[in-house]
Nanobody, 119 residues
Framework: QVQLVESGGGLVQAGESLRLSCAAS????????MGWYRQAPGKQRELVAT???????RYADSVKGRFTISRDNAKNTVYLQMNSLKPEDTAGYYC?????????????WGQGTQVIVSE
């Protein structure tokens, strides 16, 4: 089992920055992929960014050049640096990991942290 604890959300003005963190704990052998998804009111959850254990990254087109994902494998923590925030970035941001635990691969989700970007 993997528990995920997110932090760093909040209310900011357009153009400002926020940094999200997500720490994984529990009983697992390894975490393969860590990432962030977001869900705005009335919309489906969408991928924001992912990073593999080897450091390969993937971004949604809407955040490329503004957001940076990184991870600290020693701390089992993933970060999302969000710069030049826009009102359309307003959403609940959810940490996601794919981990090897109990001999099988599983997906785990955090509770979410709210990001609100005002005009």
């Amino acid at each position: 089992q993997v528990q995920l604890v997110e932090s760093g959300g909040g209310l900011v003005q357009a153009g400002e920055s926020l940094r999200l963190s997500c720490a994984a704990s529990g009983s697992f052998f390894s975490i393969l992929i860590m990432g962030w998804y977001r869900q705005a009111p009335g919309k489906q959850r969408e991928l924001v960014a992912t990073i593999t254990s080897g450091g390969s990254t993937r971004y949604a087109d809407s955040v490329k050049g503004r957001f940076t994902i990184s991870r600290d494998n020693a701390k089992n923590t993933v970060y999302l640096q969000m710069n030049s925030l826009k009102p359309e970035d307003t959403a609940g941001y959810y940490c996601h990991v794919t981990a090897l635990a109990g001999g099988k691969l599983d997906d785990y989700w955090g509770q979410g942290t709210q990001v609100i970007v005002s005009e």
